[in-house]
């Protein structure tokens, strides 16, 4: 890896490393031919192929803290040495999902893709809300305090996504606003065969409790309670995604999910979205009982 940062490039998580595992860490998941998802501890990325045009993909998000050497190393198993993807989009800038970015694009020296409310917390404008350990859950979400909320600070580095919907690299998919976990959360989706990357708009693991986090026990929920701020907009990215009926689905958390389980879940989540998906108390919870 690098050692020198860029001007304007910084990482305030350089020093927190995360002992956060489960038991499907580093293993690969094959979910399309074009579409490598690649779990970083206890959180998924992705790698997405250009269908037109060979040794072209982008890396969907970037993991862990302290994650970059593991994922240089997936990535080159995939497509060989020294390769590397035309650009990074990020779902959002939680830590998990942001945790590798600084030192990938040290690496790499490619740029990178964000929905535009979400660029003050990866250019070092804005910290995220803490997050919540009072929030009903389970033990991960006790533990979520200790979580950095702190921006990275990509500089000129990250660019808005195009406005019209086109994900740069990708001309089959489309990137859609999907706010609630944080105001520039986006998921990425292809109308030609209905597939998902829906990053934490939703999950398949209930992501608060570290039982089923470390087992990776299979169950489709709203997104993580701990950092999830506006539970009428979470809810209003649900009904979106579940109205384009998706044949497969990668989430930000948990295992890929597939056609009836995948649809069946997803109506379950959207009809009783307050009784799954929302705490009982939190700091962010705030609905009419």
Not at 40 to 69: F, H, R, Y
Not at 95 to 121: N, Q, R, S, T
Not at 162 to 178: K, M, Y
Request: proline share 9%; aromatic share 8%; glycine share 6%.
């Amino acid at each position: 890896m690098k050692k020198n940062k860029q001007d304007g490039i910084k990482n305030p998580m350089d020093n927190k490393p995360l002992p956060l595992f489960s038991l499907t860490s580093d293993m690969a998941y094959q979910v399309l031919p074009d579409l490598y998802c690649y779990p970083n501890q206890i959180v998924n990325i992705c790698c997405v192929e250009n269908s037109k045009k060979a040794n072209d993909w982008v890396l969907v998000d970037t993991g862990m803290p302290k994650s970059a050497d593991s994922i240089i190393k997936a990535i080159e198993e995939r497509f060989g040495e020294n390769s590397k993807p035309k650009a990074i989009v990020l779902t959002h800038g939680h830590f998990d999902h942001v945790g590798a970015v600084v030192d990938l694009v040290e690496e790499w020296d490619v740029p990178v893709y964000a929905h535009e409310a979400e660029l003050p917390f990866l250019t070092g404008e804005s910290s995220y809300p803490e997050p919540d350990g009072s929030v009903e859950g389970g033990l991960v979400a006790k533990m979520s305090p200790m979580f950095p909320n702190e921006p990275v600070d990509l500089g000129n580095h990250v660019k808005p996504l195009p406005s019209d919907g086109t994900v740069p690299h990708l001309p089959d998919w489309r990137w859609i606003h999907t706010p609630g976990h944080t105001p520039g959360h986006i998921s990425l989706f292809r109308d030609e065969d209905r597939a998902l990357i829906a990053g934490d708009a939703f999950v398949t693991v209930k992501q608060e409790s570290l039982y089923k986090v470390i087992t990776q026990h299979k169950e489709i929920n709203g997104p993580p309670r701990y950092l999830t701020t506006d539970w009428e907009a979470a809810r209003d990215s649900v009904q979106n995604l579940e109205a384009l009926n998706p044949s497969v689905a990668v989430t930000g958390h948990g295992k890929p999910v597939y056609g009836k389980e995948l649809s069946d879940g997803l109506k379950r989540l959207v009809q009783d979205f307050d009784r799954i998906a929302i705490p009982d108390y939190g700091h962010y919870v705030n609905r009419k009982r």
